[in-house]
């Protein structure tokens, strides 16, 4: 059967292409509802996204002003004693106020560092709030104020040249107030003065030096002079530094001074008890245990004699002749000065009352000796072995440091007017000879790591400083010394020197360092958020 033809209804028709072009725009209508909404959206997000960013700037902007008005405050003050800095900080806290069209708000929380003999370091944390139209960034800087001299804030300072033979390994800021020298030949005395390959050292920290150039020393041993960039430090250093702003050399200290104050500081002899040497020797030896109440005068040369022998002075002692102290024997002086006015040689126990000091008008010889306290070096002072205690040693002339080992939880301050040597330490051990201390020197002072294998926790300052170091083991091969090789391979982790700067120095400065002057700002961190 065949359906009939029938023909469209012409009135259905023109109702179906209505209700298409109505669905079309409905739906024309919602997209462009949904985008206007999204733009406007985004319009918001936008202007958010930029008061966001402006109250960041203006929180950056805020902690810099600070940063430059704390400075300038404290610049102003001079030299201060350590026992008034807290007030005098306050004082300048008190008037750092910003302009108000800064647009930044401050808090500031100052922190006694506790120590042994009362706060000598403080802790500021100060936070800048950058706001703008209900966005708030907060940017808080910890700093760290302390009159401790300008030498011990950083893992090296020189005020002369510094010269990186072969792979140090530095973690800390370094100040350089003359050339800078980088050699990839580490250089060493083996019967005469030889040198090796060994490639480039690490500095994780920052460069700040007046200069504008460095020496660059390539493996041909040929010479350049590069103007001192990122990039032309990285050909020099297998880790390079960051460079900093450029800052004024480190004012030396004044160690000649400080031997001639303590020289001059006799201990009065009134109440003193007399120690008269026998007739025929020129030397009063003390074999038994003995504890003078007062004060002790020894009209010639003391011997504190034999293993387990224990000396006390009440008071304070005064020497005419020399000092030895036998290995195993103790000398205690509970007052404030130990006076010796020819040489000390110290093969066992010296112990110094907290806040008293050591004179001695000779050469100071100690081996696998106890030191506690300030000593003040007329001549050269040589450490050898082991050395105990916590000491501050002052020398007139010059420092040495060889065949030397430091026991747990001491800590040593050297500070030479001559020269100071650092060698022979730990020699061709796999194993580091970790070290805690400070070397300084008014002269040249040179590390060796090549036979030696150290790491030093503190800092080393000097007028021209000069770091010769290898990498990996290294031998006695008899005619010279055998490297592992290939030096240039060798991961610089295995560096045979690391200084590895020791904040704890200036949060815990050691007695006869915490004299008067500037108070200086150390930034410790910087972190968004409270």
Known sequence: MVRPYRSADPRREKGGALLVALLFFLLFVSVGLVLLAAVGQAGILGAKSEEFSRAESAAEDGLTWFDRALHDELSGLGNVYPDTAEPRIREVLARISPPPEMGTRYETDLQPVPGESGSRSYLLTVTSTGSVRGSEVALTRTYLLTTVAEQFLYALVTDGDLTLNGAPYVVGDVLVGG????????????????????????????????RTDFVLVDERKSQTVLPLTSDNLARGFVQPPTLAP????????????????????????????????????????????????????????LRVKGSGTKVVVGGNLLVDGSLTVDGGATLEVRGNVAYVKQDAAVKGKVELSPGGEAYVGGKLDATDAYLRGTFYVAGNATLLEHLYGRSTIYTGGAGEVHEFEMQKDSFLVLLAEGPVRVYNNNLFQDTPLVVYAYLYSNADLTLYGVGSHLELHGGIAGKNVTLNVAKGKTRDGGKDVSFEEPQTEISPERSRLKVLYDESMILHPPEGIDRPGPIRAKVLSTRYGR
Do not use: F
């Open 246 to 301: 450029s800052r004024a050399k480190a004012v030396p200290l004044d160690v000649q001074g400080e031997v001639s104050r303590a020289r001059a500081n006799v201990p009065p002899t009134a109440d003193m008890q007399v120690l008269p040497c026998p007739w025929w020797s020129s030397t009063c030896e003390l074999s038994k245990d003995a504890t003078y109440g007062k004060g002790l005068w020894v009209k010639g040369n």
């Open 179 to 210: 050339k800078l020298t980088t050699s990839p030949y580490a250089q060493y005395i083996w019967g005469r003065q030889r040198d090796h390959l060994v490639g480039y050292g690490v500095v994780r920290g920052s460069l700040s030096t007046p």
